[in-house]
């Protein structure tokens, strides 16, 4: 059987969104739109096998980016499994944080499923080379869960507490009269984490451009992807 990666899109959307610029140690700033980590999370909370990867190709921009500030109390503290470690008092290690967020995102998110080979896989057991496996059921399973709204674990959008509502695009359906019609240049962007080697996980990043509403996401292997 003939496989080829077939693109995906979906529409999310969301009351609030935070996708934290990694530079901001103490208190959480938001970039200005969806990060492609951040996207790329939402389609794995989906689905996600060892056997798939997905890269994203291009974000949409549908709503003004608008902004809003909150004030929480966090814990100052890092938890350990340990039996032996010390217990941590919420009400003693509270701290008072600032977060810069965003409220009333829309975007459209396109990401293509990528097939890995057994011989390449990583996150599951060794076997022997799956010769009759048939990689087109990844793309049936995906668009069988995403079109009834169903997933492994909840899309967020940046954060856990920012909940993230989908809905699967028809196959080519790209742009519209409703894009946000701006174009900005983002700067520098978190693209995605490096964990080819686990003993040295880096972060990527990439120059974010967004013409008429449409940030155009280069292949993770570009010379616009930066280590």
């Known amino acids: 059987m003939e496989y080829f ?22 208190e959480r700033v938001s970039y200005d739109v969806i990060t492609p980590s951040a996207a790329r999370n939402i389609f794995q909370a989906i689905f996600w096998k060892p056997a798939i990867q997905w890269q994203i190709t291009r974000i949409e921009v549908l709503n003004p980016i608008k902004w809003f500030s909150i004030r929480r109390n966090e814990v100052g503290a890092i938890g350990q499994c340990r039996a032996s470690a010390p217990k941590i008092i919420a009400t003693k290690n509270r701290q008072q944080k600032n977060s810069l967020m965003l409220r ?3 975007y459209r998110i396109y990401a293509r499923m990528v097939y890995i080979p057994p011989q390449k896989r990583t996150g ?23 079109s009834k709204g169903q997933y492994f674990s909840a899309p967020y959008l940046g954060t856990r507490e920012c909940s993230a509502f989908f809905e699967l695009l028809p196959d080519g359906s790209k742009s519209g ?3 946000l019609q701006e174009s900005i240049d983002f700067g520098p962007m978190l693209y995605d984490m490096d964990f080819s080697d686990p003993d040295n996980i880096q972060a ?22 930066l280590r």
């Open 204 to 225: 990527m990043f990439y120059r974010a451009r967004m013409e008429n509403g449409v940030i155009e996401v280069p292949p993770i292997n570009s010379k616009e992807v």
């Open 177 to 179: 009269p409703d894009l």
């Open 104 to 106: 009333d995102v829309r």
């Open 5 to 26: 990666d077939k693109e995906y899109g979906l529409e999310i959307w969301g009351d609030y969104a935070c996708f934290t610029r990694p530079e901001m140690k103490v």
């Open 124 to 146: 599951e057991p060794q076997h022997e080379a799956r010769e009759n496996e048939n990689p087109g059921k990844y793309q049936a399973m995906f668009e069988r869960r995403a």
